[in-house]
């Protein structure tokens, strides 16, 4: 399964560099495979798994912010893994080459 996670502190002016550092910090402890974006941060769990690292973010954001708007999103498909690499590579073999990541 895999969560498209993104955390925005409100009322925290324009840079939330250090709110997204201690947020990572929670991804990367969680021992989850993921990739940072620009945008957001994609991580590949299971249900429960992914529940607790968007709770723990949350949690975590929430600290420093009186307001969080915490966005998730799912793409549940059967059982499979593995699937943070395999979808990239499946579009790059159709587009031909590999693409910047």
């Known amino acids: 399964m895999l969560m498209e996670l993104n ?7 324009e840079s939330v560099s250090t709110d997204l550092a201690a947020v990572l910090k929670i991804i990367d402890a969680s021992g989850l495979d993921y990739r940072l974006t620009a945008t957001g941060t994609n991580v590949e ?17 929430r600290k420093n912010a009186r307001r969080v708007l915490t966005t998730i999103k799912i793409d549940d498909y059967d059982q499979r893994t593995g699937r943070l690499t395999a979808m990239v590579k499946s579009v790059e073999g ?7 990541k």
């Not at 769990?45 to 954001?61: D, F, N, P, Y």
């Not at 159709?94 to 910047?100: D, F, P």
Request: proline share 3%.
């Open 7 to 13: 955390i925005v502190p409100l009322g925290r002016g």
């Open 45 to 61: 769990g299971s249900w429960e798994q992914l529940m607790e690292v968007a709770r723990k973010c949350h949690e975590e954001t």
């Open 94 to 100: 159709k587009v031909g080459k590999e693409l910047r």
